[in-house]
């Protein structure tokens, strides 16, 4: 899907709105995959690209966040954490399917379905210019405006 316009598709979000990737067109996005609400990674991952957020802003690039979450639990996280970006609800996998960052993970032993955290950059005409799979929380988001600057 590298260098390729991204199909389009629509998510529930936070703050009672609707996200749909043909309406973002015009400016840059990051979309980033986590696992679950409220936990140790995706906690750190969420917080450092809230602390940076205002430098996505002045390069014209939104950050949107994702995961299988309720949207309570996704508003919860947002205003525990303080969050500046909404987060998109993907209870049926649409966009995890789209961009194929459903694996089987091992937790406690036991083969469970789960998103890998992974990273999306799309520029102002909708094509995807960067990815990052299998990602490491922390640090992530320095690398990821890192690579905005470039668009």
Aim: net charge positive.
């Amino acid at each position: 899907m590298l260098n390729k316009i991204v199909p389009d598709f629509s998510l529930p979000a936070t703050g009672g709105q609707e996200f749909r990737l043909s309406a973002q067109l015009g400016r840059s996005l990051v979309i980033y995959f986590y696992p679950k609400d409220s936990t140790p990674g995706c906690t750190t991952e969420a917080g450092q690209f809230r602390d940076i957020h205002a430098a996505f802003k002045k390069l014209g690039c939104d950050i949107y966040g994702v995961s299988r979450d309720s949207l309570k639990s996704h508003e919860n996280f947002k205003t525990k954490l303080d969050l500046p970006f909404e987060l998109l609800v993907d209870a049926e996998e649409i966009a995890c399917s789209l961009f194929g960052v459903i694996k089987l993970k091992n937790m406690y032993g036991k083969q469970v379905r789960g998103i890998e955290r992974s990273t999306f950059l799309i520029d102002g005409k909708g094509v995807l210019r960067h990815e990052w799979r299998a990602v490491k929380a922390d640090g992530h988001a320095a690398e990821v405006l890192a690579a905005a600057k470039t668009l």
